[in-house]
C-alpha cells in the first residue's frame, strides 16, 4: 500500500532500498514511517459456528467427491472417524483425465492441460486452526501432504505441485473449514522458475546454496530470526515484500519438501503451531497466504535450492499495484517484525 | 481467486491453458464455468460528498506540499483556479535529495534510495472519475503526466518512472478524490525487466515487435477486441490474468509513453474515457488498478518494446495467492469480456 496523505506527518530519513538476493527484486523499507501491529486496519479471521452446509465437516464426507486419503482412527472410508482427509475439488481447475496437446493460434501458445486439484481438510473441527490444533495433528497434515506429492508425482506428466494455503475471506478463503489446496501442474510456474534459475545464478557464482548463505547469515545476526529448534529457523526476510512476512526454512539443505523425515516433519509441526500462534497473537488473528515453495517434482535434489514455506499476513489494504509491478512498499522493518514475534511471551 | 465448493456444479470440460506472449506466464482460462458481470460479489466505487479534509479539493491547496505543475484557468499557483494538479506526496516513499549509496551487508544488498513520489490530481471535482470527465480533461491529464516525465527525466539518476491508479478502497486507494501516482526510481523494477527481457527475446527470433504482432492478429481476429480509434485499440488480452483484463495500446509503435503527440493524447483522453465508462457500466463500477507500461526513461527509442496502459479490474477476492506464485486462474474467457465490453450501449 502506499499511502497518500494530505495531513501533516513525522519527517522521514533516507529511504531504505534492499535487494532480494534469491530473485533480485528491490523492496523499499520505510523504516521511519515504522508500522507496529497496532498500527494496521485488518480483518480477524474468527470462525463462526459450522454450518449444516459446511462439506469439510465430519458427518458431512457425502458433500465432497470420495477421499484420496484419510488418515482416521475409526470409520470406513468417506465416514467420520478422521482427522486429516484428502479429497478431490469438486470444481478442480485441472483434471486428470485427457491428454496434453500443445498448438499454437498465431502467435499464441495454448495447451488443454492435464493436472489435479486436491483439498487437504486439515481437521473435522470446523472452529479450529493450525495455530490451534496439535502440534502432531498439524504434522499429520504435513505427513498428508508429503503422501500426496509422493504419488502424485508417479504421474511424469505433473511437472509441478503447488501447495498453499488461503487463510481467512481477505486472503482468498472461499471455505472457512481449515483447509489447504495443492494443484498439480503440467507446467513449472513462472515466479517458481524464477526462483530455481536466481538461486542457481547465486550458485554458479559462489558454488553455495544461496538459502543456506542467508540461514547462516540470519542465525549469526540474530535480529530477524523469529524462532529456530533443531531442524528449522523461522526468519523475517531482509527484503521483506510485506509487513510481518517470515519464512520457516529448513536448517538442514534439501530441494524437496517431500523428501523430509518423520523427525522433521514433527517438528515443522512444532514450529509451524508456535509461528501461528505469535502472528495469531501479534496481529489479532489476521488473514494470510502461506505457500510452499518446494522444487519440482520430476527433478532430482538440486544443491542450489532449499525448499521453504513463505507465509505473508495481509494487513495492508491489497497490493494490486505492487504485485503487478514487482516493485514494494513494505512499511514495517523485518528486523521491527521479527523481534515483536520473538519476544511475545505466548 | 481458485473457488473451493462442495455442492454439486457443472461438468467441467477440457481446461485453457494460455500462455502470455511477453512474459512467457502460463493462465488457466476456466471457459466452462465463465463468469459474467452479474456472477462477481465487488465493492462498488460510489464517491462519497467531499469533507473538509480533502486535501486535494479545490481551495485545500494549503494542505498538500506546494504543486510542481498546474494546469489552470485563473489564480495564483497554489490557489483554485486550476483544473489538473501536480503536487509531491507528503508522505513520499523515495525522496529527490540525497545521493544513492550501495552497500553490501553480508550477502545482502541495499541502498540508500533517491527518486520522487508525485500526486496528479486529476480533477478539482472531488465526485467526478476519469469515467465521467470529458475527454478533453482526461487528456490534460495524460499532458500533465508527459510533462513531469519529461521533467523528471532529466535527473539522470532516475532510471525508472512508474505510472500507476488504484481506483477504489479494495483497489488500494487511501484517498477517494481522484488521482494518480508517479513513482520515480533509481532502479527499474522486477516485472518491468521482465517485460523489456520477454519482448526482446520474442524480436531476437522474429525481428518484430511482440506487440505489434498482437495488434495485427487481434485487430484481424477481431474477437478480443473491445475498441478501435484511429491511434489505439483496446483488446482483452489472450492471456488475460483477471475477468475484465483490459490492455489500452498505440496502434504505432513506440516503446516511451511521453513520446506521444497531441494528436495522440488528445485520441488517449477519448479512449480512456469511453474504456471506463464500458467497464463502470458492464462492471458496476467495481474497482481497478491501471499501470502505465513504459520504457525506462533515461534508454533510447526501442524496437522491441511498445508502450500500453494494463487496466486490471478487481472483481476476484483477493489473488494473493496466484501473485505470489505467479499461477493465475481467470473465469471469464478474454473474448466473453471483449464481446461484453464492446456490444455494450453506452
Redesign the interface.
Known amino acids: ?9 513525522p519527517e ?1 530519513s ?6 532480494d ?1 534469491i ?4 523492496v ?1 523499507v ?1 523504516s521511519d ?1 515504522a508500522l507496529r501491529p497496532s498500527d494496521f486496519t485488518r480483518q480477524h479471521v474468527i470462525p463462526a459456528p459450522a454450518t449444516k ?4 465437516c465430519a458427518g ?1 464426507e457425502s ?2 467427491p470420495p477421499e484420496v486419503l484419510a488418515y482416521r482412527n475409526s470409520g470406513a472410508p468417506n465416514e467420520p472417524g478422521w482427522h486429516v482427509r484428502v479429497v478431490p ?7 486428470v483425465e ?1 491428454e496434453i496437446q500443445r498448438r499454437g ?9 492435464i ?1 489435479a ?1 486436491e ?1 487437504i481438510v486439515e481437521t473435522p473441527d470446523h472452529a479450529a486452526s493450525l495455530a490451534t490444533l496439535p502440534a502432531r495433528h498439524v504434522a499429520d497434515v504435513f505427513f498428508a501432504i508429503r503422501d500426496r506429492i509422493l504419488d502424485l508425482r508417479r504421474d511424469m506428466r505433473l511437472r509441478y505441485i ?1 501447495l ?1 494455503k ?1 487463510h481467512g ?4 478463503a ?2 472457512e473449514h481449515p ?1 489447504s ?1 495443492l ?1 498439480a ?3 513449472v ?4 522458475q ?1 526462483e530455481l534459475d536466481g538461486a542457481h545464478r547465486y550458485f554458479q557464482f559462489r558454488e553455495r546454496c ?1 538459502f543456506c ?2 540461514l547462516e ?1 540470519e542465525l549469526q ?1 540474530h535480529r530477524r530470526v523469529v524462532l529456530e529448534t533443531n531442524h528449522f529457523a523461522v526468519i523475517a526476510p ?2 521483506s515484500r510485506f509487513p510481518f512476512e517470515v519464512w520457516v526454512m529448513p536448517r538442514r539443505h534439501d530441494s524437496h519438501f517431500e523428501r523430509l523425515d518423520a523427525s522433521g516433519i514433527q517438528d515443522l509441526g512444532h514450529v509451524l503451531t508456535e509461528v501461528l500462534q505469535r502472528m495469531d497473537r501479534a496481529l489479532e488473528h489476521a488473514p494470510y ?1 502461506a ?1 510452499l515453495h518446494t522444487a519440482p517434482v520430476q527433478d532430482g535434489p538440486m544443491t542450489h535450492f532449499h525448499w521453504h514455506i ?1 507465509i ?1 499476513p ?1 494487513l495492508t ?5 505492487e ?5 514494494y ?1 513494505n512499511p514495517t522493518p523485518p528486523e521491527d517484525a521479527a523481534k515483536f514475534l520473538r519476544e511475545l511471551v505466548l
Not at 1 to 9: I, K, N, P, R, Y
Open positions: 500500500m502506499l499511502t497518500v496523505a494530505g495531513s501533516a506527518g522521514m533516507v529511504p531504505d532500498l534492499r535487494k538476493p530473485t533480485g527484486r528491490w523499499i520505510a514511517r452446509l459446511c462439506p469439510f458431512h458433500r465432497t475439488n469438486k470444481f478442480p481447475a485441472l483434471r485427457g493460434e498465431g502467435l499464441y501458445d495454448r495447451m488443454t492441460g493436472g486439484h483439498i503447488l498453499f488461503n475471506v481477505a486472503a482468498g472461499t471455505i483447509h489446496q494443484i501442474l503440467p507446467v510456474p513462472k515466479r517458481v524464477e544461496v548463505d542467508i547469515q545476526d531482509f527484503a497466504n505457500i513463505e505473508m495481509k489494504k491489497v497490493a494490486g499495484f504485485w503487478g509491478s514487482g516493485f512498499l
